[in-house]
């Protein structure tokens, strides 16, 4: 008796278990200065469920996107104080490996790069920036420095940390470029105007745009308010 009772009790769940969803869309309707986010789910079952549910007035939207362009723009300038900042901070890193070096005898940087370097010294590299694209080549010479070229220009060291590295005296105009690895393997500067690019990495994800938002994607919350001495560097070249 208990089993046919437990058999009975698992039929429905059974059959219910059976509806899949086929559709699921949400979109935002607006009537007399209020706004409704509408949503529609249909089942394999013929079933279909119809949501309307009232977010605000034209007031609140218009409330709603004041506090997130705030929202964004303090946070943008916050990241932006921290990302002026990484060229000294990279300076000071290639400074301390001396410090580094002296203490134990064993040099930071360049254990970094063997254990790091590898994929750019597949070859195959470009280097693209506002003149057009050049090819890009590394390699590690007898003393352990990582060194690139840039096709037409002499080679110059590279410094490579983690996904941090720069390159000394890009293209001969005296000026460092550091780069940053996106999550496909490219290489970016902080203003993405120069990548390295390898032709067996996927392109990057534009990191620099704020993506726009929209009335069917705006959160419809408040938002709150939100003299050490250093041993010279190794020298450019």
């Given at each position: 008796?208990?089993?046919?009772?437990?058999?009975?009790f698992?039929?429905?769940?059974a059959?219910?278990?059976?509806?899949?969803?086929?559709?699921?869309?949400?979109?935002?309707e607006?009537?007399g200065?209020?706004?409704?986010?509408?949503?529609?789910?249909?089942?394999?079952?013929?079933?279909?469920v119809?949501?309307?549910?009232?977010v605000?007035?034209?007031?609140?939207?218009?409330?709603?996107?004041?506090?997130?362009?705030?929202?964004?723009?303090n946070?943008?300038?916050?990241?932006?104080?921290?990302?002026?900042?990484?060229?000294?901070?990279?300076?000071?890193?290639?400074?301390?490996?001396?410090?580094?070096?002296?203490?134990?005898?064993?040099?930071?940087?360049?254990?970094?790069?063997?254990?790091?370097?590898?994929?750019?010294?597949?070859?195959?590299w470009?280097?693209?920036?506002?003149?057009g694209?050049?090819?890009?080549?590394?390699?590690?010479?007898?003393?352990?420095?990582?060194?690139?070229?840039i096709?037409?220009?002499?080679?110059?060291?590279?410094?490579?940390?983690?996904?941090?590295?720069?390159?000394?005296n890009?293209?001969?105009?005296?000026?460092?470029?550091?780069?940053?690895?996106?999550?496909?393997?490219?290489?970016?500067?902080?203003?993405?105007?120069?990548r390295?690019?390898?032709?067996?990495?996927?392109?990057?994800?534009?990191?620099?745009?704020?993506?726009?938002?929209?009335?069917?994607?705006?959160?419809?919350?408040?938002?709150?308010?939100k003299?050490?001495?250093k041993?010279?560097?190794?020298k450019?070249?």
């Amino acid at each position: 008796m208990k089993n046919i009772v437990f058999i009975l009790f698992l039929i429905p769940s059974a059959l219910f278990s059976q509806r899949i969803t086929t559709l699921d869309s949400t979109w935002r309707e607006s009537s007399g200065g209020k706004f409704f986010e509408v949503r529609l789910t249909e089942y394999t079952t013929g079933e279909s469920v119809l949501t309307r549910t009232f977010v605000g007035d034209t007031l609140t939207i218009f409330q709603n996107y004041l506090n997130k362009f705030a929202t964004e723009g303090n946070q943008m300038a916050g990241e932006a104080r921290s990302a002026s900042r990484f060229s000294k901070n990279i300076t000071q890193i290639i400074q301390l490996n001396n410090e580094a070096l002296a203490a134990t005898g064993r040099d930071v940087l360049d254990t970094l790069t063997k254990r790091d370097a590898l994929p750019l010294l597949a070859g195959g590299w470009t280097a693209k920036d506002t003149a057009g694209s050049l090819d890009i080549s590394f390699n590690i010479n007898n003393s352990g420095q990582l060194r690139y070229t840039i096709a037409g220009f002499q080679a110059r060291n590279a410094f490579l940390f983690g996904a941090t590295m720069r390159l000394n005296n890009y293209k001969s105009t005296g000026q460092d470029v550091d780069f940053f690895r996106g999550v496909g393997g490219n290489w970016f500067t902080i203003d993405d105007k120069t990548r390295l690019r390898h032709p067996g990495n996927p392109d990057a994800v534009n990191r620099g745009s704020l993506k726009g938002a929209s009335a069917e994607t705006i959160e419809l919350k408040p938002v709150p308010a939100k003299n050490t001495k250093k041993k010279p560097g190794k020298k450019k070249n």
